[in-house]
């Protein structure tokens, strides 16, 4: 038997057994890299299955794909995105990801498909993207706040805790926007004793001094009376619209009488009797009239984003544009009365 053996001390034998081994390895990463690859494109296809849509990528189809149109296609969906035309740049992006064989681009793609669908409102699809993504690159942080927002806008606000922890984990700055977290958790919390809940949201407010129209807007629907007590006279101005659209049952004609801002302001809307001169020149204004005897007027508002400047409609925590949390500054406009009356605190 061991004459059919060659002889281990043999060079040759070395060289052929080293020489079979580096095959092996490199046969076997080969095929271990091929395997993977295919696996990541079934994936990735039965992902775009699930989205069809059709439209501007139908028109697409009938074109020869050239990797020419990557870049211009691209930049179309981006400023399709910017436009608020969510459903063309989601479609382009899809096209381009049946096509793009390079992983850096699809990722992007993929990202700005995702983006977009989240801020179309289709957040189930925008959570099973980022997902998708993340499996692949875990540490992507403009991916995982995404995430984060998808899971804040689904009520979700224990997945979105823990999305925190991982961009903490990862050097992320993130002490506002745990607050803001923790702040959602406790008034969404349904099984919280109102009393506790309400002491728990005051000891909130009086130890960061952060989210005031968050927490006065729940006091003012869950308690007002707390609310009235915590009110203070540089608050109201950035308040103004919450208090406007505030029932009359819900008022504190006490506190009223003691800050000069409150009496302008329900002076102006006509609960009490027209106020003096504060320097504040919409609702001054307003009270001025209401003395000369002219009462049809009231204020409109928007809401104006203080980091990307855009203006919205209605009031926001964090922008749906730039996603920046309590930036909204509250803008207001004399406008004609209307016959009917909306409270947005019921």
Known sequence: MDALLIDYRDPLFAILLIAGMVFIIAFVSYWWGVYVKSRKSRRLQRFLR?????????????????????????LLAH?????????????????????????TMTYELMELVGTTYMHAGFLERAHSTFLQ??????????????????YERLQNFKKAKEVVESLEAMGVNVADLKLYIDL????????????????????????????????????????PQRAWEMVQEANIEHLVD??????????????????????????????????EPTGWFLIDMMNHLRKTG???????????????????????????????????????EITKAENETGYNLL
């Open 294 to 332: 002219f009462k049809e007027t009231t204020l409109q508002f928007a809401y104006l984003c203080k980091n990307c400047k855009q203006q919205f409609p209605v009031p926001f925590d964090r922008c749906p544009k730039c996603l920046a949390l309590d930036s909204a500054v509250v803008e207001t």
């Open 79 to 103: 400023a399709y995105e910017k436009s608020g035309e969510y459903t063309n740049a989601i479609e382009i992006g899809l096209y381009l990801l049946e096509h793009c064989s390079d992983d």
């Open 242 to 275: 919450i208090f406007w659209f505030l029932p009359t049952s819900f008022l504190d004609y006490d506190r009223i009488k003691e800050s000069p801002k409150l009496r302008a302001i329900y002076g102006a809307r006509g609960d009490i009797e027209p106020s």
């Open 133 to 150: 993504i993340l499996k692949s690159n875990p540490r992507n942080k403009k991916v995982l706040n995404d995430l984060m927002v998808v």
């Open 50 to 74: 699930r989205f069809e849509t059709h439209g501007v990528k139908k028109s697409l189809e009938t074109m020869p794909y050239s990797p020419a149109m990557t870049q211009p296609l691209v």
């Open 184 to 223: 959602k958790i406790i008034t969404s919390d349904l099984y919280m004793e109102h009393d506790k809940k309400i002491e728990t949201v005051i000891d909130f407010y009086m130890a960061n001094k952060k989210y005031e129209r968050i927490v006065f807007e729940y006091l003012l629907k869950n308690e």
